[in-house]
């Protein structure tokens, strides 16, 4: 008897539990959002794209940073020489390409009263379509120079905190 007792009462123990599971497990929260997932932290890794020696390096590890906020700055002596250059070559190909356009437009309707032969006028042809060419070739440099310059500068590329700042030596 006293093993039917006890078998009963574990029995009785188990449906409980059972039941308690049951009704937590479908129960409804009131004001309760219960979320499942991971929470990531990203890091990201900052560097120049271009080469040079650092000229500044404007937040220290622990510094929060905001997005856009900029990080450190590369000597950009080089890059402004190469941009001014690049400028200057723009407009000495701009004043070529103006020149061998204005000469083939006064010359172009003279050939066909035969003042100039054909071959002067496909001469004056390919000089225009030439200095068009270095032109746009000279835009090309240009635009690439400050590209270049740009790249001397390191900004944030969102909101975080500075978790490790180095700055790397390579002696050869």
């Known amino acids: 008897m006293k093993k039917k007792a006890i078998i009963l009462i574990l029995l009785i123990l188990i449906i409980c539990a059972a039941l308690g599971f049951l009704y937590y497990k479908n129960r409804k929260a009131g004001n309760e959002l219960t979320l499942y997932g991971n929470i990531e932290i990203r890091q990201v890794d900052l560097s120049f794209q271009v ?34 250059k690049a400028t200057a070559d723009v407009e000495k190909t701009l004043a070529v390409k103006n020149d061998a356009e204005s000469k083939f437009e006064r010359n172009a309707p003279l050939v066909e009263d035969n003042t100039i032969s054909k071959q002067d006028y496909d001469t004056l042809l390919n000089t225009k379509n030439k200095s068009k060419a270095d032109y746009d070739g000279a835009v090309a440099q240009k635009n690439f120079a400050k590209n270049q310059l740009d790249y001397t500068k390191v900004y944030a590329p969102e909101e975080g905190i500075i978790m490790i700042r180095v700055q790397d030596f390579c002696l050869r």
Do not use: C, F, H, P
């Open 51 to 84: 080469a040079g020696k650092i000229d500044k390096m404007l937040k220290e590890e622990g510094d929060t940073v905001k997005q856009g906020e900029l990080l450190a700055v590369l000597d950009d002596k080089d890059y402004v020489s190469n941009l001014e």
